[in-house]
């Protein structure tokens, strides 16, 4: 398996322009998390799904962060409009449990928002 | 008060030496700790899990546990060179039943 894949690894783009960041996990794992890491705040959860499911969002910082997973081999995370505050590197992972402390993590998209 | 906390170094240990590397965390109801390894711009990786008092050792990474002071750690013995990564300590919050990651801290070893 080539583990998970995240797509694209750097994005730049510019403020209020909408931003979509893919992901398609390791097959057969039946949760999927989104992650975002800054130097200010660490590693933090926004949402993560089963079977497809959103199972908690509360970590989405705003309305203008959505995810969605219409099959159980892709997933989006939207960020429409995007701000110069989203700049961080957004993981995705998957896992074949809940809460995913043995998940694998994709490579990361870079994203810097100027 | 963050749910966990880590000091986030820099940490500089030279090579063969012990490195040591803390957490503590809020919540006295979490149970299940683990210690990621993150290299500079790759992902986290899972490397330990510890969910009951004490020590759980694993060749060269020791993680302890230590519920009635809310602390855990993770020792490197011999630490070489390619030990240098960042070191997310995360936990299983019980009141909010997801993973949560301290800020991670960076660990150097000199050789």
């Known amino acids: 398996d080539a583990g998970v894949i995240q797509s694209p690894r750097h994005e730049v783009t510019e403020m209020g322009q909408e931003v979509t960041l893919r992901c398609k996990p390791i097959?057969?794992?039946?949760?999927l998390f989104w992650y975002r890491q800054t130097m200010m705040r660490g590693l933090e959860l926004l949402i993560y799904?089963?079977?497809?499911?959103?199972?908690?969002d509360s970590g989405m910082p705003e309305d203008r962060f959505s995810a969605k997973m219409p099959n159980a081999s892709f997933s989006t995370l939207k960020i429409q409009p995007s701000e110069p505050r989203d700049s961080a590197v957004y993981f995705c992972?998957?896992?074949?449990?809940?809460?995913?402390?043995?998940?694998?993590f994709g490579q990361g998209t870079r994203l810097t928002v100027v | 008060q963050k749910e966990v906390e880590q000091n986030s170094g820099p940490l500089s240990v030279p090579e063969g030496a012990i490195a040591s590397l803390n957490c503590t965390y809020s919540d006295r109801g979490s149970q299940s700790f683990f210690w990621y390894r993150q290299y500079s711009g790759k992902s986290p990786e899972l490397i330990m899990s510890?969910?009951?008092?004490g020590d759980k050792e694993d060749g060269r990474f020791t993680a302890q546990l230590n519920k009635a002071s809310q602390y855990v750690s993770l020792l490197i013995r011999d630490s070489q060179p390619s030990d240098s990564a960042t070191y997310l300590c995360?936990?299983?919050?019980?009141?909010?039943?997801?993973?949560?990651f301290g800020q991670g801290t960076r660990l150097t070893i000199n050789p």
């Open positions: 799904f089963n079977n497809n499911v959103p199972i908690d």
């Open positions: 097959s057969g794992h039946d949760y």
């Open positions: 510890i969910y009951s008092n």
């Open positions: 995360a936990g299983i919050i019980q009141g909010a039943q997801k993973l949560v």
């Open positions: 992972a998957s896992s074949r449990r809940g809460t995913g402390p043995e998940a694998f």
